[in-house]
């Protein structure tokens, strides 16, 4: 959302002289107030501007940015995670090659007995190849990034958590997981979902393009 120079005219007299009934802010204006009433309805309800009755309209303290910013921290992982790609960890590298490529992912989450033991990643998959290695006899399990070092995400972590990872950590992929408690106490880990990049920069383009 971007504030037209009018509904920028009229944010700042509010904030230097609110609260203030639209009749006078049309007046400051030189407008008459029905022109000003579509603009002030629309930042009534983006939050810019809190209208009193009997009062007048008052500045909230809130900004364009500041209201982006609070409605990605109310996004969830589990909002916007896709469906994740598994393997088991006994798949020969081989496979996971052409899993990979069929799927069109850059990540592939690795299991045991339906539960997270490592991820592989193309760079991985390029080093095992390149390395001499008979892929269609090594299990991917070998060339794959173990657990604990795999960097994990919760489903109702806010995305932004999600995104700082992917950064800090200059990762493609975050395996979306829940924690399952075994009989005899072990935690472990279950895949539910993926968060990568691409559905980073897809929020990103839908919040730009919300209006």
Do not use: H, W
């Not at 009018?6 to 009934?21: A, D, F, L, S, Y």
């Not at 052409?98 to 592939?108: K, Q």
């Not at 200059?170 to 979306?176: K, N, R, T, Y």
Request: hydrophobic share 45%.
């Amino acid at each position: 959302m971007e504030l037209t120079k009018r509904q920028e005219q009229i944010v700042e007299i509010v904030k230097q002289e609110g609260p203030i009934t639209g009749r006078q802010i049309a007046e400051k204006l030189s407008l008459i107030r029905a022109t000003l009433r579509p603009d002030l309805t629309l930042l009534t309800m983006a939050g810019i501007l809190e209208a009193r009755p009997r009062v007048g309209y008052i500045f909230t303290g809130k900004t364009i940015n500041s209201l982006v910013a609070q409605r990605i921290n109310k996004i969830k992982v589990k909002d916007v995670c896709s469906f994740p790609f598994v393997l088991d960890e006994q798949v020969s590298v081989y496979d996971a090659i052409v899993s990979m490529f069929m799927e069109d992912v850059g990540t592939l989450f690795i299991t045991k007995n339906g539960y997270l033991e490592g991820v592989v990643s193309r760079k991985d998959l390029l080093k095992a190849t390149m390395g001499g290695m008979d892929v269609s006899k090594v299990p991917v399990m070998v060339v794959m990034t173990k657990m604990p070092n795999v960097v994990t995400i919760n489903p109702d972590d806010p995305i932004l958590l999600a995104a700082q990872k992917l950064v800090s950590r200059e990762i493609d992929a975050l395996p979306v997981v829940e924690v399952k408690t075994l009989a005899n106490g072990e935690e472990k880990l279950r895949v539910t979902g993926r968060i990568t990049k691409t559905t980073i920069t897809k929020l990103f383009v839908e919040l730009g393009e919300t209006r």
